[in-house]
């Protein structure tokens, strides 16, 4: 289990968060990202997978405390003040939420939402913002990046606006995107598309990935390796073929059967977490 | 931060209710007897904020006046809210046309002075404390509509209640049993900014001479009175002002802490 | 004489100019006893159809028999018989209980409604109480609590014991186990696929979910803006689709992929 030290994108050892006084809700977590890689962190509500996110993004509130150490590309994070991390942010690093209504700003154009997170890294090639954003909605799959550009948010579908902001995240080519549960509000045919999208993008940028979702399949579809959180520890971690076929922890032996409705005869009983952990919720 | 406006709210309406209370057993000197003492002292001792024009003791018109604020604070808030919290629940349930005629007629209510109506009032039934209260608890009613129909209209929208509904459960019992527990927090709120307006209104009708009659010691009629000395006596006017102000502050602060204390969506993310 | 009959059911919300065609002509047939699953996307319809199935919403036009009845659109007093034998299981627990009320009092709202208990022979409300939350696996003691003490998975088990207390012959359940936990959401099927087993209901289970519905339903009817598009055996649904979006529908489910 332990992690080499590599000289990989990012970098987490020995992760902790604890908010004000109560208990920590991620305990003593590492974490590895090759440059290109995609890490699929399977966690549900509670497991300390988007506490996770939010700290390597920075964007934990103040009554966080954070201790051990996040790097990424060398540099540490934790422990850097706002100002420093923002510049980092949007840049080297860039997060997609799991709702994209509130992600977006209703008064300006999509156009201009994808302009300002290229200017705000990007001040020197300002003149060249408007050619970038039609590229990069084109990228994401839309056929007519101009229209797009000149909607606002509400003229657009869950799906459409979820690719603008995956335009958003990915315009200024970071090296690492965070998804946060990317598609967990969107219907299933939309979900497919986007999952699609995010893909090609991912892989035309050559970005790695931190990839939250409850959803085990979604991650099998996008990511190469995955870590198994419970209870704000990593239970297992492995590639996605031998954590989704030889699951070795009880806790992740459970969550992939329960999963699996595609190998269960209709109308029998369901495989539970319960059968495999003594005491699961 | 918010946690501590909320405390120094409670401590300065603490201190108002505190005097009003204390006000019953004891006051230094008699806040009623004309002419028991010099006119027009300065603070000093034994009168320890000095006295009025009528030589009454101002430290124990003060404590008494903390009476009538909060007694007419609690019967203006009281008409406002009976009146206003069913007409809510009420407006909340009507059809569109109307719910919506109802609001309408509300958003003219709203927009009537309270000066106006006690003014009206006053001149009909003479002005007393008791007028001045119902005049600012009728002006009151449309802002208890207005906050009980917003949150009884996300109540009714909610699943519980479309569950009570699936379950048999008539109107009257839905909006006794659902709407009425879960929209109190916000009449909590709007009861105590309400009746930090209610101490100042009656202030202003006392000091315009619509309300508190003179006999009856009144931070607005103390007010009044100290502006024919102001520029001779500055620290009669400061008294019942700062009185006023702190009262009106205290319940204003603490309807905001209450609105950040008791909103579920701020408390569930913590 | 099927327990439902649904027949070209429309329901059309007009808010300000706007219309919105939210049902489409509608027709369905739910035998007693069949276990119906209802497919569809935000925005297809299905909601909208249980809603005026258990008459809590008044169609546009068409009408809706339950037990030979007419339900749509009549008045709510002359609704017990509906009520006491068709009940709803929503989404999302933590807003179909109202967090002021304790377990006990929410388990025994349909049980102090007037409506069923004129349907309904008398019971004794704590004793009834106290068996519905035992049939769904929650201690005694759960009744004294508030909803907010309890699991995601745990709640949704109190709205399931609520919807049986007045021992319904129909359970509707609305994406019942959408907003629930991988982990929670089989052993929640499986409470309810056993309790529909053993209580011999008749199950509608709405879901956009085909694969969970595969599980749960042998029939379900496929739903798209509005109008249902297709109906037949879920088996043959996914084996065999014959109109275009539930082609896209199955092709959709996130299979798990395998890079070896």
């Known amino acids: 289990m332990s992690a080499p030290a590599s000289n990989g994108l990012l970098q987490v050892r020995d992760l902790t968060v604890a908010f004000g006084r109560h208990a920590p809700v991620v305990r003593g977590l590492d974490l590895d990202v090759a440059p290109g890689q995609r890490l699929g962190i399977i966690g549900e509500s509670g497991s300390g997978k988007t506490v ?11 009554n966080a405390r954070v201790t051990g150490s996040i790097r990424l590309d060398g540099q540490e994070l934790v422990g850097l003040s706002d100002r420093q991390l923002s510049r980092v ?81 990915l315009v200024n080519r970071p090296e690492l995107v965070i998804c946060d549960e990317p598609t967990t509000a969107l219907d299933v045919t939309v979900q497919a598309t986007v999952l699609r999208v995010l893909d ?66 209709p109308g029998t009983r369901l495989p539970t977490v319960a059968d495999h952990v003594r005491g699961a919720r | 931060m918010k946690r501590a406006e909320l405390w120094v709210g409670l401590a300065l309406v603490t201190a108002v209710v505190a005097m009003a209370l204390v006000s019953f057993v004891w006051t230094p000197f008699d806040a009623t007897a004309v002419g028991s003492g010099p006119r027009l002292q300065s603070p000093g001792l034994p009168h320890v904020l000095g006295t009025d024009h009528m ?28 009146v206003g919290v069913p007409l809510g629940i009420l407006a909340a349930w009507l059809p569109r046309w109307g719910a919506e005629a109802m609001m309408r007629a509300t958003d003219v209510a709203y927009a009537f002075p309270a000066l106006l109506l006690a003014i009206l009032l006053a001149a009909v039934f003479g002005a007393s404390t008791e007028t001045a209260m119902v005049a600012i608890g009728i002006a009151t009613i449309p802002a208890f509509i207005r906050v009980t129909r917003a949150g009884a209209l996300s109540v009714l929208a909610s699943d519980y209640v479309l569950a009570a509904r699936a379950a048999g459960t008539p109107a009257p019992a839905i909006a006794v049993r659902h709407v009425l527990p879960n929209v109190a927090h916000l009449i909590g709120v709007q009861a105590s900014v309400s009746f930090a307006m209610a101490i100042l209104a009656e202030a202003a009708l006392s000091y315009l001479g619509l309300g508190t009659p003179p ?12 502006q024919t000395y102001l520029f001779g006596h500055p620290t009669q006017a400061l008294w019942p002002g700062l009185a006023i102000a702190a009262a009106v502050l205290g319940f204003n602060l603490v309807g905001d802490g209450l609105r950040d204390f008791l909103d579920p969506k701020l408390r569930e993310v913590a | 004489m099927s327990l439902f009959e649904v027949e070209h059911l429309t329901r059309v919300y007009a808010t300000g100019r706007r219309r919105v065609l939210a049902l489409d002509d509608v027709s369905l047939t739910v035998e007693r006893g069949q276990r119906l699953g209802i497919v569809g996307e935000s925005g297809s ?70 409506l069923i208990r004129r349907e309904r022979r008398q019971v004794d409300q704590r004793a009834r109480v106290r068996e519905v939350l035992d049939a769904v696996g929650l201690p005694a003691d759960s009744a004294d609590r508030y909803p907010h003490e309890f699991s995601g998975g745990q709640r949704q088990r109190i709205a399931i014991a609520r919807a049986l207390a007045p021992s319904p012959e129909v359970l509707i359940a609305d994406e019942a186990v959408s907003a629930l936990d991988v982990s929670v959401r089989a052993q929640v099927l499986n409470l309810l ?34 109008r249902i598009v297709e109906s037949g055996p879920t088996q043959r649904l996914f084996s065999a689709p014959e109109h275009p979006y539930t082609a896209r529908l199955v092709a959709a489910i996130p299979a798990f992929r395998s890079r070896s």
């Not at chain 1, 996770?52 to 103040?62: F, K, V």
């Not at chain 3, 879901?207 to 599980?215: E, G």
């Open chain 1, 52 to 62: 996770t996110a939010l700290a390597i993004m920075g964007l934990l509130p103040d």
């Open chain 1, 89 to 169: 942010r949007g840049d080297t690093m860039s997060m997609i939420f799991q709702e994209p209504m509130t992600a977006l700003d209703p008064t300006m154009t999509a156009g201009r939402q994808v302009a300002e997170a290229f200017r705000l890294h990007r001040d020197r090639d300002a003149g060249r913002a408007r050619s970038a954003v039609l590229e990069m909605l084109g990228a994401v799959g839309f056929d007519d990046p101009a229209r797009i550009a000149d909607s606002y948010p509400h003229q657009l579908s869950g799906g459409q606006r979820q690719r603008v902001v995956t335009a958003m995240a």
């Open chain 1, 200 to 265: 090609e993008v991912l892989d035309a940028v050559g970005a790695g990935c931190l990839f939250i979702s409850h959803d085990l399949a979604v991650v099998s579809q996008l990511c190469s390796d995955v870590v198994v959180m419970l209870d704000g520890e990593a239970v297992e971690r492995g590639t996605a073929d031998r954590v989704f076929n030889e699951p070795q922890h009880p806790y992740a032996a459970g969550l992939v059967a329960t999963a699996r409705l595609d190998l269960l005869e």
């Open chain 2, 55 to 82: 030589g009454i003791d101002i430290f124990s018109r003060i404590l008494v006046g903390a009476r009538s604020a909060l007694y007419v604070g609690i019967i203006a808030v009281g008409i406002a809210a009976l």
């Open chain 2, 215 to 226: 006999t009856v010691p009144s931070w607005g009629r103390m007010l009044g009175d100290a």
């Open chain 3, 45 to 114: 319809g299905k909601s909208t159809l249980i809603r005026l199935m258990a008459s809590l919403d008044k169609p546009t036009s068409g009408t809706v028999r339950f037990d030979g009845r007419v339900v749509s659109g009549v008045p709510e007093r002359d609704l017990g018989f509906l009520r006491a034998s068709v009940q709803l299981v929503l989404q999302d627990p933590r807003s179909s209980l109202n967090p002021r009320m304790r377990v006990g009092s929410i388990v025994a709202e349909p049980l102090r409604s007037p």
């Open chain 3, 193 to 226: 696929m056993g309790l529909v087993d053993d209580l011999g209901l008749t199950l509608l289970f709405v879901s956009h979910d085909l694969a969970v519905v595969r599980h749960v339903c042998p029939d379900a009817v496929v739903m798209q803006a509005g």
